[in-house]
């Protein structure tokens, strides 16, 4: 069956005794649609196949209106070139680390979509793929996995590679939990925590000025002197060891008061960087940060990682904790004290109170009381 010019042509194709000449019911086989236009001189021809007349039809719809507007959609572009290009090209700014992580994430959407053509990718794919993934793996790994292809697809949009987003238009499901589960040390554990690492010189004062402000892990990694104001208690948390060194979101620039503890701790720091600074001798590298190794250099997340299980360890509180755990205690500790939610969002750095209430859902209590300075006293109980 023809079509009319410029509206492309749909047929039959049978794979079998036709059953129907006229509108093919029962035949088996697949109806098939094809567009062509002539472009520098060659005619292109675009290719359409469904099970059904009406979804054959649509599909050569929408690849004659990629005509018009312009798209030169290839047959060969696959879903997995697609977010290769993104990865490769759109994460400007971006860690190595956060490609790494929006590549594991992905990677269990494009086992099932990954070879299919960018161009006869659907909404409903997208969806069936969703609902693959999300029974076995959770809410927030389903969620960035469909983020990072629908901003893939949104740039292969921008560069008329493809018609439209198919991928923002699938309903995403829900995992197998609720959210990210959070894990935070008791109010003693944390104690007990502050008190060990008062006698440590090497980690000890990241360890007390992390729990007891609860920046992020690579806030504090990339905290200068000039950031810090030990007479006035205050730090100012304006960088992080990201790629373009700025901090993670425009609420996570902030100024902080400090609890005594944590004073006493970078007192404590500021002596053994000094100490570190003469033996060290020429070998000794300026940086102005406050957490550096034996010789001035900035401490990676692996450094501090391992000093943080060998204290905990000799503690006896195990070696199952982490350095971004120390922010989920804080936020605990606060809003168990009936510190009020908009606050400890404000503290924390986040850019609405809903970060807050997911990721710490199990802890936050209704609102009591304000102040950030109830960490330098329930952390002191006990000492």
Known sequence: MAGRRGQGSLSFEHRGECQDSKRHRGCVGLWRGVTSEVLDGKRVRVKVSAKTKTEAQAKLKAKLEEQGQGVRSSGTYTVRQCVEDWLAHGLDGRSAKTESTYREAVEPLLAILGSRTLRDLTATDVRRALVGIAKTRSTRSVQIAHNVLTRAVQRAAAHDLVGRNVSALAERPQGQTAGRPSKAMTRDVAI????????????????????????????????????????????????????????????????????????????????????????????????????????????????????????????????????????????????????????????????????????????????????????????????
């Open 192 to 383: 007990r925590l502050v008190q060990a690492a008062e006698a440590d010189s090497i980690i000890g004062s990241y360890l007390i000025l992390s729990i007891m402000t609860g920046i992020r892990p690579e806030e504090a990694r990339a905290l200068r002197w000039d950031h810090v104001d030990l007479d006035g208690a205050t730090i100012h948390v304006w960088r992080s060891t990201r790629a373009h060194g700025d901090v993670k979101t425009v609420k996570s620039r902030r100024t902080l008061e400090i609890a005594s503890q944590a004073v006493e701790a970078l007192r404590r720091r500021q002596a053994q960087q000094e100490h570190d600074r003469v033996q060290a001798r020429e070998v000794w590298h300026e940086t102005g940060l406050v957490f550096t190794t034996s010789i001035g250099t900035e401490m990676d997340s692996h450094n501090i990682r391992r000093s943080m299980r060998r204290l905990t360890k000799a503690a006896g509180l195990g070696e199952a904790w982490t350095p971004r755990e120390l922010r989920h205690t804080f936020v605990s500790i606060a809003s168990e004290a009936g510190v009020p939610i908009e606050e400890i969002a404000a503290l924390a750095g986040h850019s609405t109170t809903r970060t807050t209430e997911l990721v710490y859902r199990k802890e936050l209590r209704p609102v009591l009381r304000t102040g950030a300075t109830v960490m330098g006293e329930l952390l002191a109980a006990g000492q």
